[in-house]
């Protein structure tokens, strides 16, 4: 089998997934999982879709991730890696990816801010007199 990629985005966070058959290794930008994701809730993110499919130890993974924030990247990264599974094999994983959510990409981003005002939504004080 040859190497799969995929495309994985969430708020400001762009992740680049390469899968290979292997025997579950996961590397980001050059480094472990355990290394460049210290929390454990982060990590169980980004092995979310290899758990949902049952496909924890047959693929090996690297991601390129640029941008965002860390939790951004990890969900980033789990999109990612679900849609890489998909084009592997659609009929075998899809449904179950789909039925977890992890095929949808999340399309909340942050609100620009607004000329003459403090923020996105927030207004100044108003003062009657």
Known sequence: MEQTNA???RKSAVARV???AGKG???INGKSLDE???EESLRYI???ALEVTKTEGQFDVKVTLAGGGIKGQAEAARLGIARALCEIDSEAY???LKAAGFLTRDA???ERKKPGQPGAR???QFSKR
Do not use: C
Request: hydrophobic residues 40%; charged residues 35%; positive net charge.
């Open 25 to 27: 290794n996961i590397t």
């Open 108 to 110: 909340r981003e942050v």
């Open 36 to 38: 460049y994701f210290k």
């Open 7 to 9: 495309l994985g985005r």
């Open 18 to 20: 390469y899968l290979v």
């Open 94 to 96: 899809r449904a179950s």
């Open 122 to 124: 927030r207004r100044f």
């Open 46 to 48: 980004v092995k979310q």
